[in-house]
């Protein structure tokens, strides 16, 4: 896995465990995990100070440090998220060409500007923005975004990681504008993704229709989920 969305993984796990812990929390446990935090993160920032691109396992990384400025203040903390988002020019995939903007089959180039894993960075600059309002910081994220919702197509997410990598840039995005469109459009995303790769029995999904069951099956001719993705 990569050091990027290792570092994330820890980050949010840190975070968001004591919201579910209903019993036995204190001030105390409260602050040994900021403390986890601070030594976590801040030695990932003093050792990875080299420019990242806004690809899908870095965006991953700010999610996570984001939310680690929310729950501690820590101007250090944005700040970097910041650098890198500015260093992006607060991109995803920089290709203004709508004629060849696309999203499938996985793809790196710039032209792949409507695929998810380039889509995540936008929501930390959404983050970014309604910390200090600046259009730059959300310009090309409503470029692309309102794009995307205005073309008849449903079939976005069409592998799992889609739904953390899309979804919450769209629910961002209709808490920033008020716009229905984002929230209808999420739907139409979910019922489409749900028909393709989502198993009834387990309440789990595929990766993508290629290890779909009998069709594709594990080693030991059992269905195949995708640990990440579920998660």
Known sequence: MNNFVKTATL???VLYFPSFASTGYSPDKAEKV???IYKVNRYWQ??????????????TYHTGNMEAYFLTGDEN???????????????GAKSDNKEEWK?????YTQDFVLFGDYQACFQ????????APDSVKIARTLEVMEYQIETPNNDYIWWSDGFYMVLPVLTKLYKLTNDQRYLDKLYDYVVYADSIMYDQET???????????????????????WARGDG
Do not use: C, M
């Not at 930390?124 to 910390?131: F, H, Q, R, V």
């Not at 999904?205 to 290629?210: F, G």
């Open 203 to 225: 309440g789990l999904y595929y990766r993508d229709t290629k290890y779909v069951y009998p069709q594709h099956k594990s080693v030991n001719g059992k269905k195949d989920f």
């Open 124 to 131: 930390t600059y959404i983050d970014l923005y309604n910390l």
């Open 34 to 36: 900021k403390e986890i």
């Open 77 to 91: 903390f944005r700040k970097y998220s910041e650098n890198w988002a500015e260093q992006n020019e607060w991109k």
């Open 11 to 13: 980050l949010l796990i």
């Open 46 to 59: 003093e050792n990875n100070t080299k420019r990242t691109n806004p690809f899908w396992h870095n965006a």
């Open 103 to 107: 999203y499938s089959p996985y793809g």
